[in-house]
């Protein structure tokens, strides 16, 4: 039965996969011609000079699943199976879902098949909110993922928003390679290749291809996270949560969101977090991305100060030392 569901979570996300298997096509002329020869249906087994790996490969991609099928019934067969698996565990488990959602957490990830956000964290549906892109990017102008942000912050209030990168990452592949991949994709790319650039002393010091690829994964996390910082409606929210904890609210225990680096490992399933002093970071960036400071906090958040502390003016923090303290806090800490 879980074949099923992870046949139904491959086939999903088959398009993708397929279209991102067109630009990696394009990372290399080896793996172009042969990516070509296992997609392409009836050229399989035509030549015989795949290596050992490669015919695995072709085995693998060419396997029998629903997505061969016309209607895709036993995509929908599947999924009966499922709702009945999850009622016997819990009769109650959709009607829950009349309540609505109100998940804690925002996973920014990547469209890779590979790469599941509920499946790999083992979390049930209504959890956690999810935007996935190539190469789990975090862009100023994509009104896409910047509503989701906005969405997440605003109304879900969520606690945590996580990136989550990948080793074998395609997208982060080919940022590193000198090839047009076309547009739109190829302006895609440009904001990976942005993150080379700021990093290109780092990543030059690796001599090892596929180590500054996996090296790279993990900066490109971190910039995504970053530029989640950067965002006003998180700023704004964080300020929001600073000032209503020092002003003696219980209602949170740290200030939100935290954001959270995790990047994950495909050949063993394995997610880790990425330690990183965000601290440092934010310091070195707010004079530049600093935008909110206690004097935009919101009308809810100006009544719970003045009732509290003076409006956070004379005696304590200025307003810029209020977001001083509260973007030095940190999202780790
Ligand atoms: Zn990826």
């Known amino acids: 039965m879980h074949n099923w569901i992870n046949y139904s979570v491959f ?5 993708l996969s397929r279209s991102s298997v067109s630009f990696v096509n394009k990372v290399s002329i080896s793996s172009a011609k042969m990516s070509r020869r296992l997609l392409t249906k009836g050229s399989k087994n035509k030549n015989t000079n795949l290596s050992a790996v490669d015919k695995q490969k072709q085995e693998y991609f060419n396997r029998p699943g629903p997505w061969d099928e016309k209607d895709l019934g036993s995509l929908l067969k599947a999924n009966k199976m499922w709702t009945n698996r999850m009622v016997q565990q819990n009769p109650d488990f959709f ?10 957490i925002l996973w920014i990830g990547c469209s890779d098949a590979r790469v599941p956000a509920n499946l790999i964290i083992g979390e049930p549906p209504g959890s956690i909110f999810v935007h996935r892109n190539i190469a789990n990017m975090v862009v100023n102008t994509d009104v896409n993922c910047m ?27 080919a940022s590193l390679e000198n090839i047009d991949h076309t547009a739109p994709l190829e302006n895609w790319l440009r904001n990976i290749r942005d993150t080379v650039r700021l990093h290109m002393d780092e990543l030059m010091t690796i001599s090892d291809p596929v180590d500054r690829q996996r090296k790279l994964v993990e900066i490109n996390t971190i910039e995504q996270c970053l530029n989640i910082f950067k965002t006003a409606v998180v700023q704004r929210r964080r300020v929001e949560t600073k000032a209503l904890i020092d002003s003696g609210s219980d209602e949170f225990e740290f200030v939100e969101p935290r954001v959270h680096a995790f990047v994950y490992e495909p050949t063993t399933g394995e997610a880790n977090k990425l330690e990183v002093d965000f601290k440092k970071y934010l310091s070195d960036l707010d004079s530049v991305y600093g935008i909110y400071n206690m004097n935009d906090v919101s009308p809810t958040v100006t009544d719970n100060e003045s009732e509290g502390n003076d409006s956070g003016g004379s005696g304590k ?3 810029k030392d209020a977001i001083d303290k509260v973007m030095n806090t940190g999202p780790l800490g």
């Open 11 to 15: 086939f999903l996300f088959m398009l």
């Open 147 to 173: 509503s989701v942000i906005q969405y997440a912050v605003d109304v879900l209030r969520v606690k945590h928003i996580i990136v989550c990168g990948h080793y074998d990452c395609g997208g982060v592949k």
């Open 95 to 104: 009607e829950y879902n009349k309540l609505g959602h109100s998940p804690k």
């Open 317 to 319: 923090d200025s307003p």
